[in-house]
């Protein structure tokens, strides 16, 4: 058939490609979809299949470069929460299966292949706005409608130099992407194709065989059964039946070459992949993080080894804790006297550097470098005993600070000390000055009409403060724009979590479900994106009332309560140790036979009231529970809940105060909104269920455990405890009044 006249009057124009190459505006432009950033770094990540608008076909996400530079201080709590997070998820896989192997848990990125430990490599990331991500057609496996032939292509270049044909065994083609693809926990996925993978014994190597043994390489599927494992391939040749069976090539070389070298016997059970949908959650689960911003960069420098001097001399400025340190002049004689005085020279200088550097613009990196260089030389010196280190008035605390480098960074009362220091300073202290928090009990006129009526005002203290003693809280302060750091920086296939049961004819294998950093960008030398989101959200700060928790723990008979003079936040450092990553001493279990500690009884009141608190404000604001998240700073008595959504702040904290203040400070202290609905099967395991306070573990900063509504109404002990324990007294209790 000839093609149609062109009777159009631009018939003869030039184009405007002919004789040189094509404009700008004149290059094809792919097709777009809008969606929204935190969608982008999660639900569109790289990696992600999913449905082009309209249902026009399957693609699978890729990384476009859109670097995103972020402050030194947040850069490095990025990295500083990757490493806890991955640390944790490979301590989990090891105590659940310690013949796993490491490339098998975690990405090769994440850790050193020569020591085995958690290692990240800065360098080999990169932090990115998620303006934009990328797509390609995936899977390239197809399926006619009419017979149900399978036509697969190895590229998208393939595919476009040999389209798929318009007919088919005869009659026109339906071709369709197959919608099931394979999917395995260690982060891979394969089209749902007939071709399997199977090692060769004389090499080692695994290959894929494209052909039946008959020789034919076409093949029908047959996919009208209702599961997966009715369904088969079956050879055009032949007519051989397949089933849905496909091993995963790398896990399937890894351990054959382990097998191969004397290690284990595996089973295929743990190299075969699973067909989902491509639609299904257990195709992709991004794994994300976040925090709260600070801008001093002292939250990261003095949690590091040669920042000690420093860390003490804070600590003891923060707990009010004698500090006797030798005198500059001390330092330099005896640097001196040592024969070292080229060392005292150079530190000068670098302290020199440091300051000129400081006054210069944009030189506070290069200022804190030079400080860095300078504390390492003054460390030295003490580590070399050429000078005392100084003298805290507490050796149990310095000794903590030595052995804080093998706690769990999560709970670590040092470190987040540190933080509620900064954060005070930053996010209230200074915030007040630009009306970005205000204390509740000092409301402007944003937060309260009252304001402007002494009288009023005179009556809204009183209310509010009331409440708020009854409750044991000392300060509550509503901050307007508390910076969240929210990131995304790798997936999982399968399984959300470390372990996965594969379950198969009755056998069931726990499975290492690799945690797996994104596909590397294009021309950045193999860099995986890290995507960052910032934004200011409310948030509600909550600093309970000292003396009423020195009289809780008193009446709860605590074995370490310290003497009068010496403060609960001492206290709680002195006498902490290492609650572990996952909590394991305070999980559901057969009651133990510790004594009541003040750093667990602590956590449990504050972990407990931030939960309570977080249920109120989702009731009263309209929040969404999942969306609140917290933050707890023990030794300091002290936690903030706050919005942790990316979508713009509506300000539901801020309008929940000024019309519902009262309502939400009462129905926290509300004995109804104390009971459980699970009522005294809840009691009988502690105090803590899914119907009260408990909340979802994207939110929660502890998954769940060290909790109890006993601490507050008081009532069944934790269950965790002997089972000879008396039981609890609340700490709303009124016998706890002053």
């Not at 040189?20 to 792919?30: E, H, I, M, N, S």
């Not at 090769?108 to 430990?117: K, L, N, P």
């Not at 119907?691 to 509504?709: D, G, K, P, Q, T």
Request: net charge neutral; aromatic share 8%.
């Amino acid at each position: 058939m000839s093609e149609p006249r062109d009777n159009s009057p631009d018939r003869y124009r030039r184009p405007t490609t002919m004789g040189g190459r094509r404009t700008k505006d004149d290059l094809p432009k792919p097709p777009v979809m809008s969606r929204s950033r935190t969608q982008l770094a999660t639900s569109y990540a790289p990696g992600v299949l999913f449905t082009w608008e309209g249902g026009k076909g399957i693609c699978r996400s890729v990384p476009v470069d859109r670097e995103l530079k972020v402050d030194s201080t947040t850069r490095a709590l990025i990295f500083d929460s990757m490493r806890e997070f991955i640390s944790n998820w490979r301590t989990r896989i090891a105590a659940a299966i310690p013949e796993a192997l490491d490339d098998l848990s975690i990405d090769r990125s994440f850790f050193d292949a020569y020591s085995g430990r958690v290692q990240i490599d800065a360098g080999k990331f990169r932090t990115v706005s998620p303006d934009v991500v990328g797509y390609v057609p995936y899977p390239l496996i197809y399926r006619c409608g009419t017979c149900g032939r399978v036509r697969e292509f190895q590229s998208v270049e393939e595919q476009a130099r040999s389209p798929l044909p318009k007919t088919c065994h005869g009659h026109q083609a339906r071709w369709t992407q197959i919608d099931v693809v394979y999917v395995h926990w260690s982060g891979n996925v394969e089209p749902l194709s007939p071709f399997n993978y199977n090692p060769d014994p004389n090499t080692g190597q695994v290959n894929q065989i494209r052909v039946c043994t008959c020789g034919s390489d076409r093949f029908i599927l047959h996919n009208k059964a209702p599961v997966f494992a009715e369904w088969r391939f079956v050879c055009e040749g032949c007519k051989e039946s397949r089933p849905l069976k496909k091993a995963d090539r790398e896990v399937l070389e890894r351990l054959y070459g382990e097998q191969q070298a004397g290690g284990r016997q595996f089973q295929y059970l743990e190299v075969n992949m699973i067909p989902v949908s491509y639609r299904a959650n257990s195709a992709f689960y991004p794994q994300r993080s976040s925090f709260i911003k600070f801008n001093d960069s002292s939250v990261v420098d003095l949690m590091t080894g040669e920042r000690t001097s420093d860390l003490l001399r804070t600590l003891a400025r923060i707990h009010r804790i004698p500090f006797d340190e030798p005198s500059r002049d001390e330092v330099a004689t005896a640097v001196k006297v040592s024969g070292r005085e080229g060392e005292w020279q150079e530190f000068e200088d670098l302290e020199g550097l440091a300051e000129r550097a400081a006054s210069a613009p944009g030189g506070e990196a290069r200022s804190r470098r030079y400080l860095d260089q300078a504390e390492a030389i003054r460390e030295q010196w003490f580590s070399d005993e050429l000078v005392s280190r100084g003298k805290l008035a507490s050796p149990t605390l310095m000794q903590a600070v030595l052995a804080r480098q093998t706690w769990a960074r999560r709970f670590d009362p040092i470190r987040l000390t540190i933080q509620h220091d900064v954060f005070e300073r930053e996010h209230i202290v200074d915030a007040m000055t630009r009306h970005a928090a205000v204390d509740v009990l000092k409301p402007d006129i944003t937060l309260s009409a009252v304001v402007n009526e002494q009288q009023a005002l005179e009556r809204y203290r009183g209310e509010i403060g009331g409440l708020l003693e009854h409750s044991g809280i000392d300060r509550m302060v509503l901050i307007r724009g508390l910076p969240i750091c929210e990131f995304s920086f790798g997936f999982t296939r399968v399984s959300s979590t470390p372990i996965y049961q594969r379950e198969h004819n009755g056998q069931s294998l726990a499975m290492p479900v690799r945690l797996n950093a994104f596909d590397t960008l294009p021309n950045t030398g193999g860099k995986h994106p890290i995507y960052v989101t910032e934004q200011n959200n409310e948030a509600l700060y909550v600093k309970l009332d000292e003396g009423r928790v020195r009289r809780w723990l008193e009446r709860n008979g605590i074995a370490d309560m310290p003497a009068p003079e010496v403060s609960i936040g001492r206290a709680y450092l002195e006498s902490y140790e290492d609650f572990g990553p996952f909590l394991e001493a305070y999980k559901d279990r057969e009651r133990g036979s510790s004594d009541r500690r003040l750093p667990a009884y602590v956590y449990l009141l504050l972990h407990t009231l931030s939960h309570q608190l977080m249920h109120s404000l989702a009731e009263v604001s309209g929040l969404d529970r999942d969306g609140i998240g917290e933050h707890i700073f023990p030794a300091d008595l002290a936690f903030v809940v706050y919005r942790k959504g990316m979508t713009p702040d509506l300000g539901n904290v801020s309008a929940m105060w000024r019309n519902h203040a009262l309502e939400f400070l009462r129905r926290n202290i509300d004995q109804r909104m104390l009971r459980c609905g699970s009522g005294s099967l809840c009691d009988a395991r502690g105090g803590a269920c899914p119907a009260c306070v408990m909340v979802s573990e994207v939110s929660c900063i502890a998954s769940n455990l060290l909790l109890s509504r006993s601490a507050l109404k008081g009532g069944s002990k934790p269950e965790w405890e002997a089972a000879i324990a008396p039981d609890l007294i609340g700490y709303f209790d009124p016998v706890l009044d002053e």
